[in-house]
């Protein structure tokens, strides 16, 4: 693997490359440049396949085990949503969902914080947000089956540990995202016990286990989140904050982590704090405890200068605990600037470049041209003998383009992949286009990614399916793959246009 630190130079010069291909993941634009759905409408489209729902619903039932089990969990998650399933079977197959989560490669969710998306970890970070880690697999099925059966939720649950999460490095652009885990706790807490079990307090005891145990600065916001909704009396508050309270003065030092949790964490604390107001519940103990943990984050080294105190400026989490303090009218002292005084800055994130190759850069021009093809700047006429010829020849370099040729196995799925959509979509109509179409499928189905990094395999794969929009031709190639992730997918696809 290649880390590089970036020069702002340097990222100039990518940004504004990425800016002319827009081929990238963007929150703004959607994968490969477009928002959602916008190819499709560019596409003209054959007639959709006919399908027998019943026997496509029982077709991915009986094959969806064979299947990497994230992508097992995934699917039977999404077909319990349809109305091919009934109640009795949606409970077991929730189960085996569960069951098949527990195997997932990636124990958490992680979320890229921000910076060069045309990174392996920016790319990563997108593919985080499909939830196919095993905690969001298995807080996904519980969500599903609290509705049919609380109670074996409820025990489902119990299998899952509360999450201990690791200091994350001010190197690392992915942190930890456990907000599903909690979201989950408060349901099964309020949604799982009867009132003869809520009069022996169980449900506290349930949910009080699970909040003493806090590890990093990501779960403090969401953990306050879920104190906030639950139903309880005066008394069980102040058992419960007096027990948060402990637990966040145990949040391992992680600067990184905590400056991405600052984002959720006002929202999340005045929710507390309403809560103690009605009822009548005193909040300094806790205020307290917040003011030593903040005051403890931003003392140690810093990931990013964004955190450090500027001149007279308290850091941002300083003044949101400072005007929360003013607001409760609290005995509770202010946050002052020596407390905070700063202690020097950890490393800078360091990314791992994609296209930095000589096959992946050649590529990325080459498209770039196509894409550029019929503006002002470009000598290149789209649907011209040249324009015939640069699409033949980067089809060529991609035909040529091996694992080989890059640092890793991954770098090369990723890159090869948003080539292929790109040339998918400027190509909109022809032989060529459905040429285009028919190796990147054949590429998805004949990938060691689906085993190895089933992930990163189904980021490409469902915006494949989703751009397609049953294409008759391509859904047919793709129901007659040797791949049998691709092929259930495909399925569970025409099942979701068909209902």
């Known amino acids: 693997m290649i880390n590089v630190k970036i020069s702002h130079t340097v990222v100039g010069a990518v940004i504004a490359l990425v800016a002319l291909l827009g081929i990238y993941i963007s929150d703004s634009q959607g994968l490969y440049g477009n928002k959602a759905g916008q190819e499709s409408s560019a596409i003209s489209r054959q007639s959709k396949i006919k399908i027998d729902p019943i026997s496509v619903s029982r077709d991915i039932i009986n094959e969806a085990s064979s299947l990497p089990p994230e992508l097992t969990a995934d699917i039977l998650l ?3 949503d349809t109305k091919t399933v009934d109640l009795t079977k949606k409970e077991r197959l929730l189960e085996d969902a569960f069951w098949a989560a527990k195997r997932a490669k990636e124990p958490f969710k992680r979320v890229f914080i921000g910076g060069i998306l045309d990174t392996k970890e920016g ?7 499909n939830d196919l880690d095993r905690l969001s697999l298995q807080c996904r099925a519980i969500d599903k089956l609290l509705d049919l059966n609380p109670t074996l939720a409820r025990e489902l649950f119990e299998q899952i540990p509360t999450p201990e999460l690791d200091p994350v490095f001010c190197e690392e652009a992915l942190v930890f995202d456990v907000q599903k885990y909690y979201r989950t706790l408060s349901l099964v807490s309020r949604k799982s ?3 003869k079990a809520k009069s022996r307090e169980e449900d506290l005891l349930f949910l009080s286990a699970r909040l003493r145990k806090l590890t990093s600065p990501v779960q403090l916001s969401p953990a306050l989140q879920a104190l906030s909704e639950q139903s309880v009396t005066a008394a069980q508050m102040t058992f419960l904050l007096q027990l948060v309270s402990e637990a966040v ?5 992680d600067a990184r982590s905590f400056s991405y949790s600052n984002q959720a964490a006002g929202s999340a604390i005045e929710a ?3 809560r103690c107001s009605n009822l009548q519940v005193s909040s300094m103990p806790f205020l307290r405890s917040l003011r030593a943990y903040i005051i403890q984050q931003l003392s140690a080294s810093r990931c990013d200068q964004k955190q450090a105190a500027v001149g007279d400026r308290l850091p941002a989490y300083a003044i949101l605990f400072n005007a929360l303090v003013t607001k409760e009218k609290s005995e509770v002292q202010h946050i002052t600037l020596p407390e905070v005084a700063y202690n020097g800055q ?3 994130v360091e990314y791992e470049m994609y296209w930095n190759s000589e096959k992946a850069s050649e590529l990325l021009k080459t498209v770039q ?4 093809a019929g503006t002002d700047q470009s000598v290149l006429a789209k649907e011209s003998e040249a324009w015939d010829k640069t699409v033949a020849k980067c089809k060529e370099l991609l035909l040529k383009w091996v694992p080989a040729d890059e640092a890793s196995y991954l770098k090369y799925f990723h890159q090869k992949n948003v080539i292929f959509s790109a040339l998918r979509e400027i190509v909109a109509k022809g032989e060529v286009r459905d040429g285009v179409v028919s190796d990147h499928i054949n590429f998805l189905a004949r990938s060691d990614a689906q085993a190895e990094h089933p992930m990163e395999w189904f980021l490409y794969t469902s915006r494949l399916l989703t751009n397609l929009d049953g294409e008759t031709s391509a859904m047919l190639l793709i129901q007659n793959s040797q791949s049998a992730p691709l092929r259930l997918y495909g399925k569970l696809h025409l099942l979701l246009m068909a209902l």
């Open 123 to 129: 790319y990563l970070g997108y593919a985080y947000d």
């Open 249 to 253: 003065g145990k949040i391992s030092l």
């Open 369 to 372: 041209q196509l894409r550029k």
């Open 272 to 274: 507390v704090l309403r």
């Open 346 to 348: 950890g490393k800078s």
């Open 78 to 80: 999404k077909l319990v």
């Open 193 to 195: 016990f009867d009132a």
